[in-house]
T-cell receptor
Framework: DVKVTQSSRYLVKRTGEKVFLECVQD?????MFWYRQDPGLGLRLIYF???????EKGDIPEGYSVSREKKERFSLILESASTNQTSMYLC??????????????????FGAGSRLTVL | AQKITQTQPGMFVQEKEAVTLDCTYD???????LFWYKQPSSGEMIFLIY??????QNATEGRYSLNFQKARKSANLVISASQLGDSAMYFC?????????????FGTGTRLTVIP
């Protein structure tokens, strides 16, 4: 089974601190994603990466950056944390882009989430 | 317009009963895929089932089935014989073609509570 591991389940940081959220997957997946989850808003894509050192902005990239130096690791960075970044952060990976018919290549495998509180 | 709409913020079901979680979607693409994920209180999103837009038969995976009504643009999840462990948030999602990370849209979720 694919495993996606997020390094921290709970973090408490202060406004202005730099925050690193780490995510590692162990099945050689091409794609990795960072989502933010807030009640009533569902999941919103922050950034995704389809290859090492490649990244693209999602729907809400402002205030975030990412790093993918190795295929298995995708880091989310909050350069200067703010209170409105208090949220649940979910990392996910998928085998590849896939084409229709939709297959397992398109299914996302998620980590357990990192709940960040910024005071 | 919302790409995925889940109109039931919360649902209750008696143990061993069946329950339907509603999902409607909005797309002008002919090729797309519909997914359901479960999120227990532990936080990890778990893939349950998917349906391709050209699939003529409704998808089934164990106790989960997807009631796909293409003309109505609905993709409801049916859970048969509910169990206490089914209590969780459930998210409907759609991937449009051409496939790309920005083409995956999630609904706001439905919290299901199974009553003993």
């Amino acid at each position: 089974d694919v495993k996606v591991t997020q390094s921290s389940r709970y973090l408490v940081k202060r406004t202005g601190e730099k925050v690193f959220l780490e995510c590692v997957q162990d099945m050689d997946h091409e794609n990795m994603f960072w989502y933010r989850q807030d009640p009533g808003l569902g999941l919103r894509l922050i950034y995704f990466s389809y290859d090492v050192k490649m990244k693209e902005k999602g729907d809400i990239p402002e205030g975030y950056s990412v790093s993918r130096e190795k295929k298995e690791r995708f880091s989310l960075i909050l350069e200067s944390a703010s209170t409105n970044q208090t949220s649940m952060y979910l990392c996910a990976s998928s085998l590849g882009q896939g084409v229709y018919p939709f297959s397992g290549a398109n299914v996302l495998t998620f980590g357990a989430g990192s709940r960040l509180t910024v005071l | 317009a919302q790409k995925i709409t889940q109109t039931q913020p919360g649902m209750f079901v008696q143990e061993k009963e069946a329950v339907t979680l509603d999902c409607t979607y909005d797309t002008s693409d002919q090729s797309y895929g519909l997914f359901w994920y479960k999120q227990p209180s532990s936080g990890e999103m778990i893939f349950l089932i998917y349906q391709g837009s050209y699939d003529e038969q409704n998808a089934t995976e164990g106790r989960y089935s997807l009631n796909f009504q293409k003309a109505r643009k609905s993709a409801n999840l049916v859970i048969s014989a509910s169990q206490l462990g089914d209590s969780a948030m459930y998210f409907c999602a759609m991937r449009e073609a051409p496939t790309g990370a920005n083409n995956l849209f999630f609904g706001t979720g439905t919290r299901l509570t199974v009553i003993p």
